[in-house]
C-alpha cells in the first residue's frame, strides 16, 4: 500500500503544480450561467475582447489642477498609450477627462482597458504595476490613484496570493498542538500530516487532468477551498481512525489485528461521512452561481481522495512503524484505556442523571443564541467595505466620486438589436440614475455585430451599491418595453445584481437539498428514523445559533457592515457537511455499544470512547476554518469565523451535551423501526458497568 502511494505522489506532484495554470477566473467562471448579464457577457465577445477597466485617478485636494499636474498627466497618458503587452492595451486609453469644474479642475481621470483571459487574474498586480510606473506616486499635492474594477481586483489577487501556503502551515500546526494533547506523542503527529499532504496532492492532480480533459472549472475560489476540505476533513478522519486503533492495541497483541479490527468498525463511520461530505458538494452542481456550482466537484473530489487515503495510506503508515508511534504513552496490551475515566465520562455520568433538563436546556439556550439571526445583513457588500484594511484602489473610489459620477469606470452595458438601436438608447437615458450625456459606443467596440449593437452608459451612483443596482433593474424595465429591441442589460452592476439574485434562489434550493442527503445517509447508516431526525434538528439549531452568534459579533464587536449574499449557504454547507461528522462518529460507537449492551449505557461508553478524539477534531477543523481569517477580506473573515464557532459549538456543546442528552431520554426508541428500539426493560434500565463487564455481556 505504501509503495503505491509514493508512486502515485511521484505521478501526482507534477500534475498537482500545474492546477494553478488551468484556473480559470475569467469572469463566466462566477457569473449566473443563465442571467441577463451573463448573456450580455457572452454576446459582447462578438463586439470586441472582454476587458477589465483601470482607472487612474489624478486629485488635488487644496485647490484647482496647475499647470505643472496637468502636464505630469499628459506625460502619464503618453507612456501609458505606449504601453503594449499580453495585458494592457495602452493604445485605447481614453482620457485624460477633467472634472466639470473647468479651469477649475480639481481631478482627472484615465480609463486604460485590461484585456480578459486567465491568465490575467495571477497576473494583475504586475498589470497594474507597470501602469503606476508610467504615472508614478502622488506628489506635492497632487493624488495619484490606481482604481476601477482593474485595481480593486488587483488588491483582490494580492489578497489571495499566500492563501495556500497560509491555510497548510496554520491548519498543520493546529494538528500538531491537538495531537500532541490529546496523545502526548511528538512522533505519531507527522503521520497525519504526511497523509493529509499525500491527500492534497493526489486530489489537487486528479482535479488538474479534469480541468485539461474533461472541461471541469477550477477558479481561484474553489482551489482554495479544496486545500481546506482536504486537510481539515482528511484530518478528522484520521484522528477517528487512530483513536479507534489505540483502543484495539489495548486488546490485541497482534498490532495487524488490531488495525483491521479498527478498521473494520471505524471505517463504515469514516465512509459515511466523506459519502455525506461528497454527495453535499455534489448538490451544488445544482446552483445557479457558477462558482457555486464549480466548486461541488472539486471539493467532492478532494474528500473522495482523503476517504481514499486515510483507510489505505494511513492505516499502512500506522502498521509499519508500529506501537512506538505512540510514545511516551505506549498502548500497551492488556493496559487500561484512560477514556473510562476521563473527562467525556463524568460529563455522561452527570448528563444521565437529568437528560431531558439537560437537553431542554440546551436547546432553549441555542434558540436564544439563534435569535442573533435578526442582526444578520447577508445583502452584500461594496468593494469599500469589502477589505479589512482600505487599500488604495478603494480610497481611490471613494475620492473618484466626489469629483466624477460615483459609475464611471464601470459603465453599464446594454445589447440591443440594431433596427432599434435609437429607441433602447434614448429609453436608457431617460431612466433616473444614468448620467445625462453618457449613452454611446465606446472606441474599440465594433458598431454591429449580428444584427444588434452594443452601446455603455454611466451611472450616477457607485457601481457596487443598491442605488445602482436600482437603476439597473429601471433600465431593465424600460428597454424590456422597446418591442422587437430583444435588448439586454449587463455590465459590473447588472452582474452584481444577477448575482445577488441568483445566490437568494440558491440558497432555497441547496440547503433542503443538502439536509435531505445528510437525512437520508444518516438514516442508511443507523437503520433508524427517529435517530437521523433527532440529529437533523441538533444539525439545524446549531447551525442557526453558530449565526447568530455571528451576527451579533459582526455587527458590535467587528463593526462590519454586512455579509455576502452566498455567506448563508457557505457556511451552511461547510458546516452542516463537516460538523455532521461528529454526530457520525459519535452515533455510529453507540449504536455499536447499544447492540452489545443497551442504548443508555451504549450512550454512556459511546461519549467516554468518542469525546477525546472528537474534541480533537473539532479544533482541526476550527483552526483550518480560522485560518481564513489571515484574509485581509471580510467575506472570509466572516465565514472562518462563523465555521470555525459551529465546528466548536457542534465539538463541545450539540455532540457532547445535546445530542448525549437526547439519546439517553428517548432512550431505545431512538433506533425506531430497527430491532435494536424493542430492548428488554431489564437490559434497557441497566446500569452502565465498565468496559470489561460491557464486553462479557
Avoid: C
Avoid at 442571467?35 to 477589465?52: I, Q, Y
Avoid at 489577487?157 to 498542538?177: C, H, M, N, R
Avoid at 436564544?368 to 442582526?375: I, N, P, S, T
Avoid at 454512556?604 to 478524539?613: D, I, R, Y
Amino acid at each position: 500500500m505504501l509503495l503505491f502511494w509514493l508512486v502515485a505522489l511521484v505521478v501526482a506532484a507534477p500534475l498537482a503544480s500545474k492546477l494553478a495554470d488551468q484556473q480559470d477566473n475569467t469572469a463566466s467562471s462566477w457569473v449566473p450561467r443563465s442571467a441577463e448579464s451573463t448573456r450580455v457577457l457572452n454576446t459582447s465577445d462578438g463586439f470586441r475582447p472582454e476587458t477589465m477597466p483601470m482607472v487612474i485617478l489624478f486629485a488635488r485636494e487644496d485647490g484647482p489642477l496647475t499647470d505643472k499636474d496637468r502636464a505630469r498627466i499628459a506625460d502619464g497618458v503618453s507612456e501609458i498609450k505606449q504601453l503594449r503587452s499580453h495585458f494592457i492595451r495602452g493604445d485605447e486609453t481614453r482620457g485624460p477627462a477633467f472634472d466639470k469644474s473647468g479651469a477649475n479642475a480639481r481631478a482627472a481621470q484615465v480609463y486604460v482597458p485590461l484585456t480578459m483571459d486567465n491568465d490575467l487574474w495571477n497576473d494583475l498586480p504586475d498589470a497594474v504595476d507597470d501602469v503606476k510606473d508610467k504615472v508614478g506616486e502622488g506628489s506635492d499635492g497632487l493624488e495619484v490613484y490606481v482604481t476601477g474594477p482593474a485595481g480593486v481586483s488587483a488588491d483582490l489577487s494580492e489578497a489571495f496570493a499566500e492563501i495556500d501556503s497560509t491555510l497548510l502551515l496554520t491548519a498543520g500546526a493546529v494538528v500538531v498542538v491537538a495531537l500532541l494533547i490529546t496523545y502526548r506523542s511528538p512522533v505519531l503527529l507527522f503521520i497525519p500530516l504526511i497523509s493529509a499532504f499525500v491527500s492534497l496532492y493526489g486530489a489537487q492532480a486528479l482535479i488538474y487532468l479534469l480541468a485539461e480533459h474533461a472541461g471541469l472549472t477550477v477558479n481561484g475560489q474553489s482551489a482554495g477551498i479544496l486545500t481546506v476540505l482536504v486537510f481539515g476533513a482528511g484530518t478528522d478522519y484520521a484522528l477517528l481512525l487512530v483513536a479507534r486503533y489505540r483502543e484495539e492495541l489495548r486488546r490485541h497483541e497482534d498490532r495487524h489485528e488490531a488495525m483491521a479490527l479498527a478498521l473494520h468498525r471505524a471505517g463504515p463511520a469514516v465512509l459515511a461521512s466523506g459519502a455525506t461530505v461528497v454527495l453535499s458538494m455534489l448538490v451544488l452542481l445544482a446552483s445557479e452561481m457558477n462558482s457555486t456550482r464549480g466548486l461541488g466537484p472539486v471539493a467532492a473530489i478532494g474528500v473522495a481522495v482523503a476517504v481514499l487515503a486515510m483507510l489505505s495510506l494511513f492505516p499502512a503508515l500506522l502498521v509499519i512503524f508500529g506501537r512506538w508511534l505512540f510514545w511516551p504513552v505506549v498502548p500497551h496490551h492488556g493496559s487500561a484505556d484512560p477514556a473510562e475515566q476521563g473527562v467525556w465520562a463524568r460529563m455522561g455520568r452527570r448528563i444521565a442523571g437529568r437528560p431531558r433538563k439537560t437537553w431542554i436546556v440546551t436547546s432553549l439556550a441555542l434558540a436564544a443564541l439563534a435569535l442573533g439571526l435578526l442582526q444578520l445583513r447577508a445583502a452584500g457588500v461594496s468593494n469599500e467595505d469589502s477589505f479589512i484594511n482600505k487599500p488604495d484602489s478603494v480610497t481611490g473610489q471613494k475620492v473618484k466620486a466626489d469629483y466624477f459620477p460615483a459609475g464611471s469606470g464601470d459603465p453599464m452595458v446594454v445589447i440591443a438589436d440594431k433596427d432599434r438601436a435609437e429607441d433602447v438608447s434614448r429609453a436608457v437615458q431617460g431612466t433616473r440614475g444614468v448620467q445625462e450625456g453618457s449613452v454611446g459606443v465606446p472606441p474599440g467596440t465594433k458598431a454591429e455585430h449580428d444584427g444588434k449593437v452594443l452601446f455603455e452608459a454611466t451611472l450616477t451612483d457607485p457601481a457596487d451599491g443598491k442605488k445602482a443596482k436600482d437603476t439597473v433593474e429601471r433600465v431593465r424595465d424600460a428597454v424590456h418595453d422597446v418591442p422587437g429591441a430583444d435588448a439586454h442589460v449587463g455590465g459590473g452592476t447588472a452582474t452584481l445584481l444577477d448575482m445577488d439574485k441568483a445566490t437568494i434562489r440558491d440558497d432555497k434550493l441547496i440547503i433542503p437539498l443538502v439536509l435531505l442527503v445528510v437525512l437520508l445517509i444518516l438514516g442508511a447508516l443507523l437503520r433508524a428514523v427517529v435517530a437521523p431526525l433527532l440529529l437533523i434538528g441538533t444539525v439545524i439549531l446549531s447551525f442557526s445559533a453558530a449565526l447568530g452568534i455571528s451576527a451579533l459579533v459582526f455587527r458590535h464587536v467587528f463593526d462590519f457592515p454586512g455579509e455576502s449574499t452566498d455567506f448563508p449557504l457557505f457556511v451552511f454547507v461547510f458546516l452542516v457537511t463537516l460538523g455532521i461528522d461528529y454526530n457520525i462518529f459519535l452515533t455510529t460507537r453507540i449504536r455499536e455499544e447499544a447492540a452489545r449492551q443497551g442504548t443508555r449505557p451504549g450512550v454512556l461508553t459511546g461519549l467516554s470512547a468518542t469525546g477525546a478524539v472528537i474534541t480533537s477534531a473539532g479544533l482541526v477543523l476550527a483552526g483550518t476554518f480560522a485560518a481564513l481569517s489571515t484574509i485581509p477580506m471580510v467575506a472570509f473573515v466572516e465565514i472562518g469565523f462563523a465555521v470555525a464557532l459551529g465546528v466548536l459549538l457542534d465539538t463541545f456543546i450539540v455532540r457532547s451535551v445535546l445530542v448525549t442528552s437526547l439519546f439517553l431520554d428517548v432512550g431505545p426508541k431512538v433506533w425506531w423501526p430497527s430491532k435494536l428500539a424493542h430492548e428488554t426493560d431489564a437490559r434497557t434500565s441497566s446500569p452502565p458497568g465498565d468496559r470489561g463487564r460491557a464486553e462479557k455481556r
